[in-house]
């Protein structure tokens, strides 16, 4: 009986600090290197950890680890394990509801977007404009979690620079776990999260 009782333990979440920074003691901000991630699971310490190379080296740091942290444009948070429960509140309720999508914010926020009035699916230019962006691409998971959905970005949002979306990159890791997968890859700029359906 006990051994059907066994605990589950969650998976590690990795959600990019590109978009963070450190507060200095002075008042100033210094930016975080983009290589840096919030390593996080229910019940354990969030850590801190940079991402090297391009097959999925991960290393602990304590370097950044004094705090308090500042999303760019949103809150501050006094200690990692703080910022660590913020984007695993954003992180659990980033599923869309029925015939709607999730935009996944650069600064870790999600607001719903539903299709135009009087439609049952997203046209083109909503999702340009949704995105801020000029040409959009699709991944649609063939497995894990989000199988079923597809993840709707900027297709030159790193050619563009722009930041590294901690939500949608701790998904794409869920799907694309480092130690399995190589190269590594990042998701740039806001992301919208729906049902495939939702893109005819």
Not at 104 to 122: A, W, Y
Request: glycine share 10%; hydrophobic share 40%; charged share 15%.
């Amino acid at each position: 009986m006990a051994n059907a009782l066994r605990s589950v333990v969650a998976k590690p979440l990795l959600f990019s600090l590109h978009t963070t920074e450190l507060v200095k003691h002075e008042g100033a901000n210094l930016p975080l290197p983009p290589r840096l991630f919030l390593r996080t699971a229910p019940g354990q310490p969030a850590a801190i950890v940079a991402l090297c190379g391009t097959m999925g080296n991960l290393f602990s740091t304590t370097s950044y680890d004094g705090g308090p942290f500042q999303i760019v444009g949103g809150e501050t948070y006094a200690t990692r394990q703080a910022l660590g429960a913020f984007f695993q509140h954003q992180h659990a309720g980033m599923l869309p509801a029925e015939g709607a999508a999730t935009l996944l914010g650069v600064d870790g926020s999600t607001r719903e977007v539903l299709p135009e009035k009087g439609r049952k699916s997203f046209g083109l230019a909503q999702l340009y404009a949704a995105l801020e962006a000029n040409y959009i691409d699709v991944h649609c998971p063939q497995h894990g979690p989000y199988e079923g959905y597809i993840l709707v970005f900027d297709d030159e949002g790193k050619d563009r620079r722009r930041p590294i979306n901690p939500l949608a990159t701790a998904a794409w890791y869920e799907t694309y776990p480092l130690e399995y997968y190589a190269p590594v890859d990042v998701v740039a700029g806001p992301v919208l999260l729906m049902k495939s359906a939702l893109l005819r």
